[in-house]
Protein backbone atom coordinates (compact mmCIF):
# COMPACT_ATOMS: atom_id res chain seq x y z
CA UNK A 1 0.00 0.00 0.00
CA UNK A 2 1.35 3.27 -0.95
CA UNK A 3 0.20 6.65 0.62
CA UNK A 4 -0.07 10.20 -0.25
CA UNK A 5 -0.46 12.16 3.37
CA UNK A 6 -1.39 15.73 2.31
CA UNK A 7 -2.43 18.80 4.20
CA UNK A 8 -0.46 17.99 7.10
CA UNK A 9 1.90 19.08 9.43
CA UNK A 10 5.36 17.14 10.54
CA UNK A 11 8.38 16.77 12.51
CA UNK A 12 10.70 14.78 10.08
CA UNK A 13 13.18 13.85 13.43
CA UNK A 14 16.23 15.75 11.73
CA UNK A 15 15.11 19.40 12.03
CA UNK A 16 14.70 21.31 14.67
CA UNK A 17 11.34 23.07 13.80
CA UNK A 18 7.91 21.30 12.37
CA UNK A 19 6.26 21.88 9.39
CA UNK A 20 3.30 23.56 9.24
CA UNK A 21 1.91 22.55 6.19
CA UNK A 22 3.43 20.21 3.65
CA UNK A 23 2.96 16.53 2.45
CA UNK A 24 4.67 13.23 2.64
CA UNK A 25 4.28 10.10 0.43
CA UNK A 26 4.84 6.13 1.27
CA UNK A 27 5.77 3.80 -0.94
CA UNK A 28 6.33 -0.35 -0.71
CA UNK A 29 6.79 0.99 3.29
CA UNK A 30 9.49 3.62 2.76
CA UNK A 31 9.52 7.23 2.88
CA UNK A 32 9.50 8.17 -0.93
CA UNK A 33 9.54 11.89 -0.23
CA UNK A 34 8.31 14.57 1.74
CA UNK A 35 8.11 18.47 1.43
CA UNK A 36 6.04 21.98 1.98
CA UNK A 37 2.98 22.98 0.47
CA UNK A 38 1.04 20.87 -2.01
CA UNK A 39 1.72 17.07 -3.28
CA UNK A 40 2.73 15.98 -6.57
CA UNK A 41 0.29 14.38 -8.42
CA UNK A 42 0.42 10.95 -8.28
CA UNK A 43 -0.93 7.43 -9.29
CA UNK A 44 -3.92 5.36 -8.08
CA UNK A 45 -1.87 3.25 -6.39
CA UNK A 46 -1.86 6.28 -4.04
CA UNK A 47 -4.18 5.97 -0.97
CA UNK A 48 -4.87 9.84 0.31
CA UNK A 49 -4.93 10.66 3.77
CA UNK A 50 -5.81 13.82 4.37
CA UNK A 51 -3.62 15.13 7.72
CA UNK A 52 -6.00 18.47 8.47
CA UNK A 53 -5.73 18.51 12.68
CA UNK A 54 -2.91 16.02 12.55
CA UNK A 55 0.52 16.52 12.92
CA UNK A 56 2.81 13.22 11.47
CA UNK A 57 5.96 12.10 13.21
CA UNK A 58 8.34 9.30 13.24
CA UNK A 59 7.28 6.51 15.41
CA UNK A 60 8.36 6.29 18.85
CA UNK A 61 10.95 3.61 19.82
CA UNK A 62 11.38 2.04 23.34
CA UNK A 63 14.88 1.00 24.32
CA UNK A 64 13.89 -1.08 27.16
CA UNK A 65 11.62 -3.43 28.29
CA UNK A 66 9.84 -6.51 29.72
CA UNK A 67 6.30 -6.52 27.28
CA UNK A 68 4.61 -9.20 29.55
CA UNK A 69 5.41 -7.90 32.85
CA UNK A 70 2.08 -5.70 31.76
CA UNK A 71 0.51 -8.61 33.77
CA UNK A 72 1.93 -7.42 37.00
CA UNK A 73 0.96 -3.98 36.46
CA UNK A 74 0.08 -2.28 39.74
CA UNK A 75 0.71 -5.83 41.19
CA UNK A 76 3.82 -4.33 44.02
CA UNK A 77 4.10 -0.75 44.16
CA UNK A 78 6.11 1.47 45.99
CA UNK A 79 9.12 -0.77 46.82
CA UNK A 80 13.04 -0.80 46.19
CA UNK A 81 13.99 -2.72 43.33
CA UNK A 82 15.61 -5.69 45.08
CA UNK A 83 12.75 -6.46 47.79
CA UNK A 84 10.11 -5.69 44.28
CA UNK A 85 12.31 -8.18 42.44
CA UNK A 86 13.03 -10.71 45.08
CA UNK A 87 9.99 -10.84 47.15
CA UNK A 88 6.75 -10.49 44.54
CA UNK A 89 8.36 -10.12 40.70
CA UNK A 90 10.32 -13.19 40.73
CA UNK A 91 7.71 -15.34 42.32
CA UNK A 92 4.81 -13.90 40.30
CA UNK A 93 6.81 -14.43 36.77
CA UNK A 94 7.61 -18.11 38.04
CA UNK A 95 4.18 -19.08 37.54
CA UNK A 96 3.73 -17.16 34.00
CA UNK A 97 3.24 -19.95 31.30
CA UNK A 98 4.27 -19.16 27.66
CA UNK A 99 0.28 -18.51 26.64
CA UNK A 100 0.51 -15.87 29.61
CA UNK A 101 3.86 -14.37 28.25
CA UNK A 102 1.98 -14.14 24.78
CA UNK A 103 -0.87 -12.28 25.98
CA UNK A 104 1.08 -9.83 28.14
CA UNK A 105 2.81 -9.18 25.02
CA UNK A 106 -0.14 -8.08 23.35
CA UNK A 107 -1.30 -5.90 26.02
CA UNK A 108 1.99 -4.11 26.34
CA UNK A 109 1.60 -3.94 22.19
CA UNK A 110 -1.98 -2.18 22.33
CA UNK A 111 -0.71 0.49 25.34
CA UNK A 112 2.65 0.88 22.81
CA UNK A 113 0.53 1.36 19.63
CA UNK A 114 -1.82 3.36 21.14
CA UNK A 115 0.57 6.09 22.40
CA UNK A 116 2.62 5.99 19.33
CA UNK A 117 5.53 3.44 19.54
CA UNK A 118 6.33 1.85 16.76
CA UNK A 119 9.70 0.04 17.82
CA UNK A 120 9.94 -1.74 21.71
CA UNK A 121 12.63 -3.89 22.83
CA UNK A 122 11.84 -6.39 25.39
CA UNK A 123 13.79 -8.87 27.58
CA UNK A 124 11.53 -11.72 28.39
CA UNK A 125 11.66 -15.85 28.36
CA UNK A 126 9.51 -17.54 25.60
CA UNK A 127 10.63 -15.00 23.14
CA UNK A 128 9.63 -17.49 20.56
CA UNK A 129 5.66 -16.78 21.74
CA UNK A 130 6.92 -13.15 21.84
CA UNK A 131 8.25 -13.04 18.45
CA UNK A 132 5.42 -14.27 16.77
CA UNK A 133 2.70 -12.38 18.55
CA UNK A 134 4.77 -9.28 17.93
CA UNK A 135 4.96 -10.25 14.15
CA UNK A 136 1.28 -10.53 13.96
CA UNK A 137 0.64 -7.02 15.81
CA UNK A 138 3.34 -5.86 12.91
CA UNK A 139 5.53 -3.69 14.93
CA UNK A 140 9.12 -3.09 14.96
CA UNK A 141 11.11 -5.40 18.03
CA UNK A 142 14.46 -6.17 19.50
CA UNK A 143 13.79 -8.99 21.48
CA UNK A 144 16.55 -11.47 23.70
CA UNK A 145 15.55 -13.96 25.91
CA UNK A 146 16.74 -13.22 29.31
CA UNK A 147 19.15 -15.03 31.13
CA UNK A 148 19.69 -15.62 34.98
CA UNK A 149 23.03 -17.39 35.62
CA UNK A 150 23.36 -17.46 39.35
CA UNK A 151 23.30 -20.70 40.61
CA UNK A 152 25.11 -22.63 38.10
CA UNK A 153 25.85 -21.59 34.59
CA UNK A 154 23.28 -22.30 32.87
CA UNK A 155 23.94 -23.21 29.63
CA UNK A 156 20.18 -24.71 28.67
CA UNK A 157 18.73 -20.89 28.69
CA UNK A 158 21.80 -20.18 26.83
CA UNK A 159 21.37 -22.52 23.97
CA UNK A 160 17.56 -21.21 23.81
CA UNK A 161 18.99 -18.12 23.13
CA UNK A 162 21.10 -19.06 20.64
CA UNK A 163 18.41 -20.99 18.52
CA UNK A 164 16.11 -17.66 19.24
CA UNK A 165 18.68 -15.37 17.17
CA UNK A 166 19.26 -17.65 14.63
CA UNK A 167 15.72 -18.26 13.96
CA UNK A 168 14.08 -15.06 14.21
CA UNK A 169 16.90 -11.89 13.21
CA UNK A 170 15.45 -10.32 10.61
CA UNK A 171 11.79 -12.69 10.79
CA UNK A 172 8.57 -10.61 10.00
CA UNK A 173 10.34 -9.35 6.85
CA UNK A 174 12.83 -7.68 8.93
CA UNK A 175 10.96 -6.28 11.54
CA UNK A 176 12.44 -8.45 14.30
CA UNK A 177 15.95 -7.81 15.45
CA UNK A 178 17.54 -10.23 18.64
CA UNK A 179 20.03 -9.98 21.10
CA UNK A 180 21.75 -11.60 23.52
CA UNK A 181 20.26 -10.78 26.98
CA UNK A 182 21.74 -11.13 30.08
CA UNK A 183 19.98 -9.46 32.84
CA UNK A 184 22.71 -7.66 35.11
CA UNK A 185 26.04 -8.58 36.98
CA UNK A 186 24.51 -9.32 39.77
CA UNK A 187 22.14 -12.33 38.36
CA UNK A 188 25.20 -12.96 35.81
CA UNK A 189 28.68 -13.62 37.31
CA UNK A 190 31.54 -13.13 35.02
CA UNK A 191 32.40 -16.83 33.89
CA UNK A 192 28.74 -17.19 32.75
CA UNK A 193 29.28 -13.49 31.23
CA UNK A 194 31.68 -14.98 28.89
CA UNK A 195 30.10 -17.42 27.45
CA UNK A 196 27.15 -14.65 26.59
CA UNK A 197 29.91 -12.83 25.04
CA UNK A 198 31.16 -15.67 23.14
CA UNK A 199 27.88 -16.54 21.56
CA UNK A 200 27.14 -12.66 20.82
CA UNK A 201 29.99 -12.30 19.05
CA UNK A 202 29.68 -15.32 16.95
CA UNK A 203 26.52 -14.38 15.89
CA UNK A 204 26.90 -10.83 15.64
CA UNK A 205 23.84 -9.51 17.51
CA UNK A 206 24.07 -6.86 20.30
CA UNK A 207 23.90 -7.64 23.78
CA UNK A 208 21.28 -6.14 26.18
CA UNK A 209 21.88 -5.67 29.99
CA UNK A 210 20.70 -4.07 33.17
CA UNK A 211 23.81 -2.05 34.43
CA UNK A 212 24.26 -0.05 38.07
CA UNK A 213 20.73 0.74 38.32
CA UNK A 214 20.53 1.22 41.31
CA UNK A 215 23.70 2.43 44.10
CA UNK A 216 22.85 -1.10 46.35
CA UNK A 217 23.58 -2.78 42.96
CA UNK A 218 27.00 -0.94 42.42
CA UNK A 219 28.25 -1.08 47.01
CA UNK A 220 27.78 -5.31 46.21
CA UNK A 221 29.82 -5.08 43.16
CA UNK A 222 32.67 -3.42 45.19
CA UNK A 223 32.50 -5.30 48.64
CA UNK A 224 32.00 -8.94 46.29
CA UNK A 225 34.94 -7.67 43.37
CA UNK A 226 36.18 -4.81 44.62
CA UNK A 227 35.21 -2.74 41.35
CA UNK A 228 32.05 -1.27 40.03
CA UNK A 229 29.47 -2.58 37.49
CA UNK A 230 31.06 -0.87 34.54
CA UNK A 231 34.44 -1.84 35.41
CA UNK A 232 33.74 -5.68 35.73
CA UNK A 233 31.80 -5.78 32.78
CA UNK A 234 34.59 -3.99 31.20
CA UNK A 235 37.27 -6.23 32.32
CA UNK A 236 35.13 -9.66 31.58
CA UNK A 237 35.15 -8.53 28.22
CA UNK A 238 31.60 -7.38 27.50
CA UNK A 239 32.32 -4.14 26.00
CA UNK A 240 33.38 -5.89 22.93
CA UNK A 241 30.00 -6.91 21.79
CA UNK A 242 27.69 -4.27 20.62
CA UNK A 243 25.80 -3.65 24.30
CA UNK A 244 22.48 -1.89 25.16
CA UNK A 245 23.09 -1.11 28.94
CA UNK A 246 19.77 -0.39 30.72
CA UNK A 247 19.60 2.37 33.63
CA UNK A 248 22.99 3.03 33.85
CA UNK A 249 22.08 5.22 36.94
CA UNK A 250 24.70 5.28 39.29
CA UNK A 251 28.18 5.69 37.36
CA UNK A 252 31.74 7.45 38.08
CA UNK A 253 33.52 9.13 35.82
CA UNK A 254 35.66 6.54 35.41
CA UNK A 255 32.51 4.26 34.11
CA UNK A 256 31.78 6.71 31.92
CA UNK A 257 34.85 7.10 30.20
CA UNK A 258 35.21 3.46 29.77
CA UNK A 259 31.88 3.56 28.53
CA UNK A 260 32.50 6.15 25.93
CA UNK A 261 35.76 4.58 24.74
CA UNK A 262 34.33 1.45 23.92
CA UNK A 263 30.23 2.56 22.87
CA UNK A 264 28.71 1.37 25.20
CA UNK A 265 24.73 2.52 24.22
CA UNK A 266 22.25 3.57 26.85
CA UNK A 267 18.74 2.92 27.77
CA UNK A 268 17.70 5.72 29.70
CA UNK A 269 14.43 4.95 31.40
CA UNK A 270 13.68 7.70 34.23
CA UNK A 271 10.19 6.65 35.21
CA UNK A 272 11.00 3.52 35.94
CA UNK A 273 13.96 4.64 38.04
CA UNK A 274 11.87 7.56 39.89
CA UNK A 275 9.47 4.60 40.54
CA UNK A 276 11.32 1.78 42.34
CA UNK A 277 13.62 4.78 43.93
CA UNK A 278 16.60 4.18 42.14
CA UNK A 279 17.89 7.40 40.96
CA UNK A 280 18.69 9.36 37.96
CA UNK A 281 20.83 8.85 35.64
CA UNK A 282 23.61 11.44 34.66
CA UNK A 283 22.28 11.81 31.14
CA UNK A 284 23.98 15.29 30.37
CA UNK A 285 27.46 13.65 31.19
CA UNK A 286 26.60 10.94 28.86
CA UNK A 287 25.16 13.36 26.43
CA UNK A 288 28.71 15.29 26.39
CA UNK A 289 30.57 12.00 26.26
CA UNK A 290 28.89 11.62 22.74
CA UNK A 291 27.39 8.02 24.31
CA UNK A 292 24.61 7.03 22.26
CA UNK A 293 21.13 7.13 24.59
CA UNK A 294 17.69 6.53 24.20
CA UNK A 295 14.56 6.31 26.26
CA UNK A 296 12.33 3.37 27.72
CA UNK A 297 9.66 2.55 30.19
CA UNK A 298 11.46 -0.59 31.32
CA UNK A 299 8.40 -2.89 31.71
CA UNK A 300 4.22 -1.95 33.05
CA UNK A 301 5.59 -2.82 36.96
CA UNK A 302 7.63 -0.62 37.75
CA UNK A 303 6.81 2.15 35.54
CA UNK A 304 3.85 1.71 35.31
CA UNK A 305 3.05 2.48 31.76
CA UNK A 306 4.39 2.08 28.38
CA UNK A 307 3.92 5.55 27.05
CA UNK A 308 6.79 7.27 25.87
CA UNK A 309 4.89 10.55 25.77
CA UNK A 310 5.35 10.32 29.60
CA UNK A 311 8.88 9.45 28.90
CA UNK A 312 9.14 12.33 26.68
CA UNK A 313 7.91 14.78 28.91
CA UNK A 314 9.62 13.51 31.84
CA UNK A 315 13.08 13.22 30.46
CA UNK A 316 13.35 17.11 29.12
CA UNK A 317 12.09 18.30 32.83
CA UNK A 318 13.91 16.59 35.11
CA UNK A 319 17.32 16.71 34.12
CA UNK A 320 16.59 20.08 34.20
CA UNK A 321 15.48 20.20 37.74
CA UNK A 322 18.72 18.12 38.63
CA UNK A 323 21.04 20.28 36.70
CA UNK A 324 19.40 23.23 38.02
CA UNK A 325 19.63 24.72 34.46
CA UNK A 326 16.84 25.02 31.61
CA UNK A 327 18.81 24.55 29.33
CA UNK A 328 20.19 20.94 30.55
CA UNK A 329 17.81 19.60 27.61
CA UNK A 330 15.91 21.03 25.05
CA UNK A 331 12.37 19.85 23.47
CA UNK A 332 14.78 18.59 20.27
CA UNK A 333 17.21 16.77 22.22
CA UNK A 334 14.76 15.27 23.92
CA UNK A 335 12.07 14.10 20.86
CA UNK A 336 15.54 12.97 19.38
CA UNK A 337 15.94 10.76 22.31
CA UNK A 338 12.63 9.06 21.38
CA UNK A 339 12.94 8.37 18.04
CA UNK A 340 16.27 8.54 15.47
CA UNK A 341 18.75 8.14 18.78
CA UNK A 342 16.58 5.31 20.08
CA UNK A 343 16.72 3.39 16.35
CA UNK A 344 20.63 3.90 16.73
CA UNK A 345 20.87 2.78 20.76
CA UNK A 346 19.72 -0.41 19.58
CA UNK A 347 21.73 -0.76 16.18
CA UNK A 348 18.92 -0.61 14.05
CA UNK A 349 18.75 1.79 10.74
CA UNK A 350 20.34 4.29 11.17
CA UNK A 351 17.41 6.13 9.16
CA UNK A 352 14.89 5.26 11.66
CA UNK A 353 13.32 7.78 13.38
CA UNK A 354 13.37 10.11 10.73
CA UNK A 355 11.06 10.68 7.79
CA UNK A 356 13.53 11.22 4.66
CA UNK A 357 13.57 9.95 1.79
CA UNK A 358 14.20 6.21 2.03
CA UNK A 359 13.39 5.74 5.60
CA UNK A 360 11.59 2.76 6.96
CA UNK A 361 7.98 4.25 7.02
CA UNK A 362 7.16 3.84 10.50
CA UNK A 363 4.89 6.42 12.03
CA UNK A 364 2.48 8.25 13.92
CA UNK A 365 -0.57 11.00 13.55
CA UNK A 366 -1.25 13.22 16.79
CA UNK A 367 -4.09 14.87 17.15
CA UNK A 368 -3.50 18.49 17.34
CA UNK A 369 -7.34 20.59 17.47
CA UNK A 370 -7.30 20.15 21.12
CA UNK A 371 -6.23 23.53 23.35
CA UNK A 372 -3.03 22.23 24.05
CA UNK A 373 -1.52 23.03 20.93
CA UNK A 374 -2.72 26.16 20.75
CA UNK A 375 -1.52 28.62 19.77
CA UNK A 376 1.16 27.37 17.17
CA UNK A 377 3.71 29.34 18.58
CA UNK A 378 6.14 26.19 18.00
CA UNK A 379 4.57 22.86 17.43
CA UNK A 380 8.17 20.92 18.34
CA UNK A 381 7.58 22.38 21.83
CA UNK A 382 4.10 21.35 22.03
CA UNK A 383 4.96 17.50 21.36
CA UNK A 384 7.46 17.28 24.07
CA UNK A 385 5.95 19.78 26.68
CA UNK A 386 2.07 20.13 25.98
CA UNK A 387 1.22 16.53 23.56
CA UNK A 388 -0.41 13.52 25.45
CA UNK A 389 0.05 9.88 24.88
CA UNK A 390 -3.66 10.04 24.24
CA UNK A 391 -3.36 12.37 21.06
CA UNK A 392 -2.25 9.82 19.01
CA UNK A 393 -4.78 8.34 16.17
CA UNK A 394 -3.04 6.77 14.05
CA UNK A 395 0.30 4.12 13.72
CA UNK A 396 1.86 3.12 10.96
CA UNK A 397 5.11 0.27 10.54
CA UNK A 398 6.93 0.14 7.43
CA UNK A 399 4.10 1.96 5.44
CA UNK A 400 1.28 -0.67 7.22
CA UNK A 401 -1.15 0.97 9.37
CA UNK A 402 -1.45 -0.80 12.87
CA UNK A 403 -3.52 1.86 14.42
CA UNK A 404 -5.98 3.89 12.76
CA UNK A 405 -8.50 6.26 13.71
CA UNK A 406 -8.29 4.90 17.35
CA UNK A 407 -9.01 1.28 16.25
CA UNK A 408 -6.68 -1.41 16.47
CA UNK A 409 -6.33 -3.09 13.02
CA UNK A 410 -4.30 -6.06 14.27
CA UNK A 411 -4.93 -6.66 17.42
CA UNK A 412 -8.37 -7.94 19.50
CA UNK A 413 -7.84 -5.66 22.36
CA UNK A 414 -11.42 -6.84 23.74
CA UNK A 415 -10.02 -10.45 23.68
CA UNK A 416 -7.31 -9.46 25.23
CA UNK A 417 -8.69 -7.33 27.78
CA UNK A 418 -11.30 -11.04 28.78
CA UNK A 419 -8.17 -12.98 28.78
CA UNK A 420 -6.14 -10.89 31.22
CA UNK A 421 -8.91 -10.36 33.21
CA UNK A 422 -9.10 -14.40 33.62
CA UNK A 423 -5.25 -15.18 33.56
CA UNK A 424 -4.56 -12.78 36.49
CA UNK A 425 -6.70 -14.77 38.70
CA UNK A 426 -3.57 -16.67 39.33
CA UNK A 427 -2.29 -13.72 41.45
CA UNK A 428 -3.98 -14.00 44.82
CA UNK A 429 -5.02 -10.75 46.50
CA UNK A 430 -3.74 -12.14 49.86
CA UNK A 431 -0.37 -11.91 47.95
CA UNK A 432 -0.40 -8.55 46.09
CA UNK A 433 -1.41 -7.08 49.83
CA UNK A 434 1.36 -9.01 51.57
CA UNK A 435 4.06 -6.77 50.97
N1 LIG B 1 12.81 -14.86 34.27
C1 LIG B 1 13.60 -15.21 33.09
C2 LIG B 1 14.81 -14.34 32.85
C3 LIG B 1 14.76 -12.93 33.21
S1 LIG B 1 13.90 -11.92 32.07
C4 LIG B 1 14.17 -10.31 32.67
C5 LIG B 1 13.89 -10.07 34.11
O1 LIG B 1 14.14 -8.72 34.40
C6 LIG B 1 13.33 -8.35 35.50
N2 LIG B 1 13.21 -6.90 35.58
C7 LIG B 1 12.24 -6.09 35.16
N3 LIG B 1 12.54 -4.80 35.38
C8 LIG B 1 13.75 -4.80 35.95
C9 LIG B 1 14.61 -3.76 36.41
O2 LIG B 1 14.33 -2.57 36.35
N4 LIG B 1 15.79 -4.15 36.93
C10 LIG B 1 16.15 -5.44 37.04
N5 LIG B 1 15.36 -6.44 36.63
C11 LIG B 1 14.18 -6.11 36.09
C12 LIG B 1 12.04 -9.06 35.20
O3 LIG B 1 11.26 -9.20 36.35
C13 LIG B 1 12.50 -10.36 34.59
O4 LIG B 1 12.54 -11.38 35.56
C14 LIG B 1 14.01 -16.67 33.17
O5 LIG B 1 13.22 -17.46 32.74
O6 LIG B 1 15.10 -16.94 33.64
ZN1 LIG C 1 14.41 -3.80 32.90
Known sequence: MNWLIENVAYFDGIHNTCMERGYVLVRD???EA?????APLCDASYERIDGKDRLLLPGFINTHGHAAMSLLRGYADDLPLHTWLKDLIWPAEAVLSPDDIELGTELAMLEMLETGTTTFTDMYADMDRVANATIRAGMRAVLGRGLIGFDDVNLEKL?????????YEGAGEGLIHTTFAPHAPYTCPPDYLKHVITRSQQLAVPLQIHIAETAKEVADSYSEYGKSPVELLYETGLFECQIIG??????TDRDIELMAEHHVHVAHNPGSNLKLGSGIAPLRKLLEQNIVVGLGTDGAASNNK???????RLVALLHKGVEQDATAIDAFSALRLVTNEGAKTLFLDPMLGTLQPGAPAD????DISGPRYYPRHNLLSHIVYSSH??????VFVAGKPLFRKREHLTLDKEKVFYNVKRVVQKFPLSQRVNV
Open 306 to 312: LDLYEEL
Open 159 to 167: AESESFVRM
Open 389 to 394: GGDVTD
Open 246 to 251: AHCVHL
Open 29 to 31: GKI
Open 363 to 366: FQFI
Open 34 to 38: LGAGE
